[in-house]
C-alpha cells in the first residue's frame, strides 16, 4: 500500500513533490484536480487525497465564469496569471492568492497552477521594508537632527541632495544658508546670497511689476508670528532679470520657544504651469467643439424630426387623411398602440410619427424586431441580464424596455414573440416593473409602448397562439396601415418623392416621372406595398436612359387580388405546435427561395414573395437554417 501511494506520489517527480512553492495540477476538460503537492495541500487546508478527488470548480465555487477565462487564456497562450480566483481553505475561509499556471506536455489537457499567497506576499514587503527603515532610520533621523540644529544655531548647512530649492532666513530676514539646486534656480552663487536680505534680492516685485513689501512677504511672516506659509501664487527674480513660477513652503524655527527665523524650501513650476495651460486651452476648445457639436446634433434631430413627422406621410387618400387624424389624436397620449397592416405599408413609420409628435420625442425611439430575435434571447433582449446569468453573460446588459425608459418602446412583429414569454410581457405592461435575467432586484420603467404586426391577432389568438390578454392589452388604440392597391391616387405622389430621393443618391437630375409612368404604377396591385415600389423605382433610375426611366414590371402576374392569394394551411383541429410551426415556416421559405432562383432582395425576390423585408427573411433564415438553394 505504502508502495502505491509512493509511487502515485511521484507521478510529476521530485521538483513537483518537494517544491516548497504550492502545486496544483488540473485536467481542465474533465473539471479535475490530477494532484497537489505537500505544500499545496498545507496551504489549502486539505489533504493531498481529499483535494484529488475534488474538482476543480469544486475547489471554486461560484467562480466558475472566472474559472473558464482563466483556462482558456492559459490554453491560448501556453502560460498565464490571474488574481481573480480566490479558493476555500479547509476550514472555510476565503484565499486571496495568484495563480501562475502552464500547458504540460501529453494527453490528456494539463496544466500546473502554481500558487502563491498574496498576503503571505505582503507581510514579506512589509517585514522588508521595516526592516530597510530600521536599518537606515536611525541614521537619517541623527542626520535630520543635525541639520536643524545647524540651522537653529545659524551654522551654514546646505542639503545638497535636495531636488529643490532650500535657503534659510534669520529673524532680520538675512539669508544664512542657501543650497545648490536654489543656486541654479536662482542664477545667484551662495557667497552673493548669504548675509543679504533675500526678499529685496529675489521676492521685491510680482509677477505683473507692482512691488512687494517686506511687511506683506509670508516668508517673513512666518518667523514673526510662528506659522507655517505655503504660496503657490508668486514668482521669484533671478539674477538676470526675469522671473519664474513657484511654489514655497516657509516653516519657522523655534529655539527654546524663540523664533529664529524660517526655512524656505521651493520649486520652480514653470513646466506644469504651462501644461495647465495647454490643458485649459484644450478643455477650451473641446467645450467649443462640444458646443458646436451639440447645435449641429440639435440641427439633426430637427431634421430628423421634420423628415419623420406624420406630415411626411405622403398621400392625399382618405385612408391618409384619417391615418393624419388617428396619430394627432393618439400621440397626446400614452396609450399604447397597435399597428396592422400589410408587410411594407410603413408601420414603423406611422410608430416613429407618433413618437415625434408625442410628448416623449426627446426621449429615443428604441425598435425590436421580434422575428429577428432567437427565441433563447427574447426574455434577455426585453429585460437585460445580469453577469453570470448564463453562459456567455460576461458582463450586465441593458434591456430594451430600460433602455427606452422615458421614451417609446417600438415591438415591430410582435406576432412572433413566443407563448411562453408573452406572459412575462404582459406583467411588464400591466405593472411597469422588470427584473434583468438573473437578478432579483425589481426595476420601475416608463415606457410608451407601439406594436405592429401584418398577423391576424384575433386569428392567432382563436388558434391558441397569441394570448389573448395581451391582444387586449395591445389592441388599446388601433390603426390600420392601408396597402397601396387601396389607395392608388397615392402611388404617383410616392413615387415622385421616392424618384426624387433616388437622383439624389444617383446624382441623376435628369431623371422624370411621366404621366404614363404613373398611369401604370397605379394600376400594378403591389403584393410588397411601398417597399416594393421604393426597390422598383430605384431600379428604373437606375436603368434610366436620357432620363427616361424603364420600370420592369411584372405584368402577367400583380394584376387584381386573386395573384397574391395563397392556400390556407390545412386545418388539424388542433394548434400547431412549436417545431411543426418552425417547419412549416421553413417549408414557405424554401419553396419561395426555389420560385425566386435563390434571390432574396428586388423584385420577385423570395423576401417579396413572402411580403417580408429582406432583412426580417433574412434573420428568420439564420434561426430557421435555412441555406440558400
Known sequence: MLSQVSRA?????????????????????????????????????????????????????????????????????????????????????????????????????????????????????????????????????????????????????????????????????????????????????????????????????????????????????????????????????????????????????????????????????????????RLRAALAEVDSLRERLEQENAYLKEEIRAESHHQGIIGRSPAIEALRHQIDVVAGTDATVLVTGESGTGKELIARAIHEASRRRDRPLIRVNCAAIPRDLFESEFFGHARGAFTGALRDRVGRFELADGGTLFLDEVGEIPLDLQGKLLRVLQERQFERVGEERTRAVDVRLIAATNRDLKEEVRRARFREDLYFRLNVFPVTSAPLRERREDIPLIAQHVLRAAARRLNRADLRLTEADARRLSRYDWPGNVRELENVIERAAILAERGRLRFDLPEARGFGPEARVIAPPVETGRPLTEEERRTRARSEIEAALQMSGGRIFGAGGAAELLGLRPTTLRSRMKVLGVQRV
Open 9 to 277: 506520489s511521484s507521478t510529476y517527480g521530485s521538483a513537483f513533490e518537494e517544491n516548497g512553492e504550492a502545486m496544483l495540477v488540473f485536467e481542465p476538460l474533465a473539471d479535475r484536480i490530477a494532484d497537489a503537492n505537500p505544500a499545496a495541500s498545507r496551504l489549502l487546508g486539505h489533504s493531498r487525497a481529499a483535494l484529488r478527488a475534488m474538482s476543480v470548480s469544486a475547489l471554486h465555487p461560484d467562480q466558475r465564469s472566472a474559472l473558464v477565462v482563466f483556462t482558456q487564456a492559459v490554453l491560448a497562450e501556453g502560460r498565464w496569471w490571474t488574481h481573480a480566483l480566490t479558493p476555500h481553505h479547509g476550514d472555510g475561509k476565503t484565499l486571496r492568492l495568484e495563480y501562475a499556471a502552464c500547458v504540460l506536455a501529453g494527453e490528456p489537457v494539463r496544466l500546473l497552477v502554481t500558487l502563491h499567497d498574496l498576503d503571505e506576499r505582503e507581510r514579506r514587503r512589509i517585514d522588508r521594508e521595516a526592516e530597510a527603515h530600521m536599518r537606515a532610520g536611525l541614521p537619517e533621523w541623527q542626520r535630520m537632527e543635525r541639520i536643524f540644529r545647524d540651522i537653529e544655531r545659524g551654522n551654514r548647512l546646505i542639503l545638497r541632495a535636495a531636488g529643490e530649492g532650500i535657503y534659510g532666513v534669520n529673524a532680520e530676514g538675512v539669508t544664512t544658508f542657501v543650497n545648490p539646486a536654489a543656486e541654479r534656480m536662482l542664477g545667484w552663487r551662495s557667497a552673493d546670497l548669504v548675509g543679504k536680505d533675500m526678499h529685496a534680492t529675489v521676492h521685491h516685485t510680482h509677477a505683473g511689476g507692482r512691488h512687494y513689501p517686506h511687511h506683506d512677504c509670508p516668508i517673513y511672516a512666518a518667523f514673526r508670528d510662528g506659522a507655517v506659509r505655503q504660496v503657490d501664487d508668486e514668482v521669484f527674480w533671478r539674477k538676470d532679470g526675469t522671473c519664474f513660477p513657484v511654489e514655497y513652503t516657509s516653516t519657522p524655527i523655534r529655539e527654546g520657544g524663540e523664533l529664529l527665523g524660517a526655512v524656505i524650501v521651493f520649486r520652480d513650476v514653470s513646466q506644469r504651469r504651462e501644461a495647465e495651460d
